[in-house]
C-alpha cells in the first residue's frame, strides 16, 4: 500500500460546482498535513495546512480524519482558474519533517 | 522576490555529462529539501538540510548524486554521469525549523538528459 494515496482522478466539472478530494494515508505517526496545489510544469503551491479542528479558507475547506486516517479539500463554487492538480502531502514524527505526496488530482473546471 | 529561487530553470544534457543545479531558499529558512517529480507522479524526497548540515538521503539518491549546502545558505545539486532516467523536475523547497514546517518550493529546474 502506497504511503499516501489519493483519488485518482480527473475531475471535470462545471464552474460553480462543489468538488471534493480525498487522500488516505498508511503511516498513523503522521503529524502535519498539507494540500497543494499545481498548475501544468510548475512548481507545487502551499494552498492549505490541514489541522485537527478542520479549516476553512474562502472557498475552499480542508478535513483531517486521524481515526480512518484521511483528509479531504472542498471546493465550493468552483472558479475556470481551480483547474489545476491537488497534491496532498503529510510529513510524520521523526522523518524531518520531509514530506511525501500522493500522486495528485487533476481537477478540470469547465465554463 | 524574496521566495526560493533556483537555477536554471531548464537543462538539457547529454547522456554521461554531470549538471549542477542551485537552490537559494527563503533568507530565514534554515530547513532546505530536494525533491524530484516525473510526470504523473508527486514529489519524491531526494534529501534534507538544516543549516549546513545534511541529516537525510533518500535511497532514491544514488552515488551520482551529491548535494552541499555551505554555510547553510544557498544548495547545490550535483549529478555525475547522467542517465535518460534522470530526466524529471528537480525542486527545492525551504522551510523554517518551528511551528508546522510549511515548506515551500522554487520554480524548479526541468532536466532533460538526451
Known amino acids: 500500500r502506497k504511503e499516501v494515496e489519493q483519488d485518482p482522478g480527473p475531475f471535470n466539472v462545471p464552474e460553480g460546482a462543489t468538488v471534493a478530494f480525498n487522500c488516505t494515508y498508511s503511516?498513523?505517526?503522521?503529524?502535519?498535513f498539507f494540500w497543494y496545489r499545481q498548475d501544468c510544469r510548475k512548481e507545487p503551491k502551499l494552498l492549505m495546512s490541514v489541522y485537527s479542528s478542520g479549516n476553512e479558507d474562502g472557498r475552499f475547506t480542508a478535513q483531517l480524519n486521524r481515526a480512518s486516517q484521511y483528509i479531504s479539500l472542498l471546493i465550493r463554487d468552483s472558479k475556470l482558474s481551480d483547474s489545476a492538480t491537488y497534491l496532498c502531502?503529510?510529513?510524520?514524527?521523526?522523518?524531518?519533517?520531509?514530506?511525501?505526496f500522493g500522486k495528485g488530482t487533476l481537477l478540470t473546471v469547465n465554463p | 522576490d524574496t521566495g526560493v529561487s533556483q537555477d536554471p530553470r531548464h537543462k538539457i544534457t547529454k547522456r554521461g555529462q554531470n549538471v549542477t543545479f542551485r537552490c537559494d531558499p527563503i533568507?530565514?529558512?534554515?530547513?532546505l529539501y530536494w525533491y524530484r517529480q516525473t510526470l504523473g507522479q508527486g514529489p519524491e524526497f531526494l534529501t534534507y538540510?538544516?543549516?549546513?548540515?545534511?541529516?537525510?538521503k533518500s535511497r532514491l539518491l544514488s552515488d551520482r548524486f551529491s548535494a552541499e549546502r555551505p554555510k547553510g545558505s544557498f544548495s547545490t545539486l550535483e549529478i555525475q554521469r547522467t542517465e535518460q532516467g534522470d530526466s524529471a523536475m528537480y525542486l527545492c523547497?525551504?522551510?523554517?525549523?518551528?511551528?508546522?514546517?510549511?515548506?515551500?518550493f522554487g520554480p524548479g529546474t526541468r532536466l532533460t538528459v538526451l
Open positions: 523547497a525551504s522551510s523554517l525549523v518551528i511551528g508546522v514546517s510549511e515548506q515551500f
Open positions: 533568507s530565514e529558512h534554515n530547513r
Open positions: 538540510f538544516q543549516n549546513e548540515a545534511q541529516l537525510e
Open positions: 503511516n498513523s505517526a503522521s503529524q502535519s
Open positions: 502531502a503529510v510529513n510524520s514524527r521523526g522523518s524531518n519533517y520531509k514530506l511525501t
